[in-house]
Each structure stands twice: as C-alpha cells, then as structure tokens.
C-alpha cells in the first residue's frame, strides 16, 4: 500500500466546545488548517436567537 494515497477523516463532537478543542489541537500541532471543513447544525447565534424567541 502506498503512502502517499489521500486519506480522509472525520469527526463528530458533541458540543461545539470540544469541536474548537479538537481544531486547536490541530492547529497547535500544526496542522495545514487550509485542508479542514467543519460543519455545524447550528450556530452559537441561532442557539442564542432560539433561547430568546422560547423565553418571550
């Protein structure tokens, strides 16, 4: 097998802190950031926006 072939990961968080935890991680040790897409099912905003129409 060769090396040099593209590997691909993936990683599901259950909060968006320990997802930032993960991607600082990866950007302390230097990880090209360029090469990362996160994806989220909401916002901190629309978390926040959400509360706010609930408690009216």
Do not use: C
Not at 7 to 12: D, E, P, Q
Not at 27 to 49: C, G, L, N, V, Y
């Amino acid at each position: 097998m060769a090396f040099n072939q593209l590997k691909h990961a993936l990683g599901i968080f259950p909060s968006r802190q320990s997802a930032l935890r993960a991607l600082n991680e990866l950007r302390d040790a230097d990880f090209p950031m360029h090469k990362i897409t996160a994806i989220a099912k909401e916002s901190e905003h629309d978390e926040q926006r959400e509360r706010y129409r609930h408690n009216k």
